[in-house]
């Protein structure tokens, strides 16, 4: 061989070894078709999609990629005959005809089978691509309701409201727990450290809230206010994200406070920053954690970054600061099933429509592998709905508080004593007294989950599999021993309540063997559930 045919074999092995590693740095694209079986139901995908659940089967459409459809999102679908449907990658799914087609530009869709029902692909599927860590969040989080200032204070947080607003907890009589204090009380976005003019002892304050029984939590984002000190400081030391691929310009995005720049967490000294912040307020005033706000896929559209993270990567590593801290809510995330993560449902107006999707988007949230859920804050979180010229529905935060009280979680926005009449107030205290006296059997409850990787809260298919009752949508199961039925339309004062296979007794004393279709009283003060007892 001559020293030119050495060269050019040399060169053309180089040329294959440089294929080679092309092909393994990004998976090739993938696509499946899977046939609907006979009486074949599919859950998953996306939270808010649990109002949908179970999919049509002839004319549903998601593109997981950057879009998580403002909640929580999984690249998992799961059905009633063992069926499910996984990839690492956002997936792009079509359902026609009785067909799935489902397509992943980045990585590998896998399809798997276990057993033969829900509970089976749920178990399976998280087994092997999200196993639950054995962890659960802040048990306070889950023994007694949750109290946030938002609807209260709205954009004006302050020592001395939020003071009186604990202090109002206490004096009506509810029972006192974890304490958000949301958006507004940090001196700018990016800038985590108390407003001198709205606060002027704040480690007094978190003191004082402690000396009352309260943890305190507080909101926080990934935005940075444009123009700041810190804004300029992370944009030198390549934190944020950019608009330019030579990463010269910071990225300016639009969001619903305003434009701002947006910390880049593909760099590890970005989530450091962040991750430091949060300690310091945990150190010096005595924070207990904190509410993730914001982090949603479409934010990051557009926009370059320094590891080159997808818009879904960089809302999945914001899920992962909240670990740090035991008491976390998010209401975005990407992934992270499994994890010992509270995930809350995306705000809600103060509308019956809202009501009702409640429970079929918490049984949606279970589906896709996250445990620890909480409803939207009660009588809604949008704030919209409660300006000066809006009318409250007493009927409706009475229901709603109903709704949210055998959940795992329940959380106050809006003041139940200053919107409700003497009557309706004591049913709102007689629930978050309920919730509070069942709190540590919720709790055992999410360490058995936190283990075995099962849901909370339960839809009547996943543990009464093939009877017939996955379009149920206004009842669920916390857990596999309490049912519970609450009333979601207005001006109801009687429901069907569906009884599967067992002897129930009811919360007025009542007994009834299932299978069985029972039409029931229900009066605004009551919630009906029932425990087996077979």
Request: net charge neutral; charged share 25%.
């Amino acid at each position: 061989m001559t020293k030119f045919n050495v060269y050019l074999l040399a060169f053309l092995i180089g040329l294959l070894g440089i294929a080679v590693a092309c092909t393994q740095q990004k998976p090739a694209e993938t696509k499946k078709e899977i046939t609907i079986l006979e009486n074949e139901k599919w859950w998953g995908g996306a939270v808010l999609d649990g109002r949908n659940s179970p999919l049509q089967t002839d004319s549903f459409k998601y593109n997981q990629n950057n879009n998580c459809k403002d909640n929580q999102a999984a690249p998992l679908f799961i059905s009633n005959k063992g069926r499910f449907i996984w990839s690492e990658k956002p997936i792009n799914i079509e359902i026609t005809k009785g067909v799935i087609r489902v397509q992943d530009k980045n990585g590998e869709v896998i399809t798997g089978n276990s057993g033969t029902t829900l509970k089976d692909a749920l178990l399976q599927a998280g087994k092997q691509y999200f196993p639950p860590s054995g962890k659960t969040p802040d048990p306070l989080l889950f023994t007694s309701p949750q109290y946030n200032t938002w609807i209260e204070l709205q954009y004006n947080q302050n020592e001395k409201d939020i003071l009186k607003y604990a202090e109002s907890i206490v004096a009506n009589g509810f029972p006192v727990g974890v304490l958000m204090i949301d958006d507004t009380w940090q001196t700018n976005y990016g800038k985590w450290t108390f407003d001198a003019e709205k606060f002027s002892d704040p480690k007094g304050m978190i003191k004082k809230l402690h000396a009352m029984g309260f943890k305190v939590m507080l909101w926080v984002c990934p935005f940075i206010s444009a123009d700041s000190r810190n804004f300029r400081s992370l944009a030198a030391r390549k934190m944020m994200l950019f608009q330019d691929s030579a990463k010269k310009i910071p990225a300016i995005v639009r969001w619903w406070n305003g434009a701002s720049g947006l910390l880049d967490l593909s760099n590890p000294e970005s989530e450091k920053w962040f991750r430091d912040e949060l300690r310091t307020l945990v150190s010096e005033y005595g924070v207990d954690g904190f509410k993730l706000d914001a982090g949603d896929p479409q934010f990051y559209v557009g926009s370059y970054s320094l590891n080159n993270y997808s818009p879904n990567e960089q809302c999945e590593a914001y899920a992962k600061i909240g670990l740090s801290f035991p008491l976390n809510e998010l209401r975005a995330c990407w992934k992270m099933a499994g994890q010992p993560l509270v995930q809350r449902l995306r705000d809600k107006n103060h509308i019956w429509s809202d009501v009702r999707v409640l429970i079929p988007d918490m049984i949606g949230l279970g589906l896709i592998g996250h445990q620890f859920g909480c409803p939207d804050m009660i009588g809604g979180g949008d704030f919209s709905s409660f300006s000066n010229a809006a009318v409250m529905d007493e009927e409706l935060i009475v229901r709603s508080a109903q709704v949210s009280t055998l959940m795992p979680m329940m959380q106050f926005s809006v003041a139940p004593w200053r919107v409700l009449s003497k009557e309706n107030l004591a049913i709102c205290k007689n629930m978050a007294n309920l919730h509070y006296r069942l709190g540590n059997e919720i709790m055992e409850l999410a360490k058995k989950c936190a283990v075995s990787g099962e849901p909370m809260v339960r839809n009547l298919e996943y543990e009464f599999p093939g009877k017939g009752y996955e379009g149920i949508k206004d009842q669920f199961l916390l857990g596999n021993k309490i049912m519970v039925a609450p009333v979601v339309e207005k001006g109801a004062r009687s429901r069907e309540v569906v009884f599967p296979e067992g002897k129930w007794m009811g919360d007025d004393g009542s007994e009834v063997t299932g299978p069985a279709k029972l039409k029931i009283d229900v009066p605004l003060e009551r919630l009906p559930w029932f425990r087996i007892v077979n």
